[in-house]
Nanobody, 127 residues
Framework: EVQLQASGGGLVQPGGSLRLSCAASGSTFDDYAIGWFRQAPGKEREAILYISSSDGVTWYADSVKGRFTTSSDSAKNTVYLQINNLKPEDTAVYYC????????????????????WGPGTQVTVSS
C-alpha cells in the first residue's frame, strides 16, 4: 500500500506562489490516481484537484482553476502542486491522497474513494 507525505507549505503573502510536494513510498504513483484536498479551520474538507493518467481524467475545483497546476517527477516518485496567485482564502491544511485506478467516477471526488492519505501541510496566506 502506498504511503504519502505532503510538504512545502508555509507563510506566503497574497499574490505569491508556492509549490507543494507529495512523496510516495511503498509503491509508485503509476499504480494510483492522485487527489489534492484542503481543509480550513471550521470548514469542510474540499477536493481541489484530481488526476488519473490511466483513466485520462484531470479535474480542478472552480476555486483553484487557472491558479493551481500539478506535475510529477517519476525519478523521485513525487507529485507537485504548483499554487499561483495565492489568496487569503487559500489558507488551509493541504493533503494529497491516493485512490486505486478506476475508483473515482464522481466529481468532486469523494474522500472515501481515497484509501491512502498524507499527514498534510499548512499553507497560510497573509500580509
Amino acid at each position: 500500500e502506498v504511503q504519502l507525505q505532503a510538504s512545502g507549505g508555509g507563510l506566503v503573502q497574497p499574490g505569491g506562489s508556492l509549490r507543494l510536494s507529495c512523496a510516495a513510498s511503498g509503491s509508485t504513483f503509476d499504480d494510483y490516481a492522485i487527489g489534492w484536498f484542503r481543509q480550513a479551520p471550521g470548514k469542510e474538507r474540499e477536493a481541489i484537484l484530481y488526476i488519473s493518467s490511466s483513466d485520462g481524467v484531470t479535474w480542478y475545483a472552480d476555486s483553484v482553476k487557472g491558479r493551481f497546476t500539478t506535475s510529477s517527477d517519476s525519478a523521485k516518485n513525487t507529485v507537485y502542486l504548483q499554487i499561483n496567485n495565492l489568496k487569503p482564502e487559500d489558507t488551509a491544511v493541504y493533503y494529497c491522497a491516493a485512490a486505486l485506478k478506476d475508483v473515482v467516477h464522481t466529481y468532486p471526488p469523494p474522500g472515501f474513494n481515497f484509501h491512502s492519505w498524507g499527514p498534510g501541510t499548512q499553507v497560510t496566506v497573509s500580509s
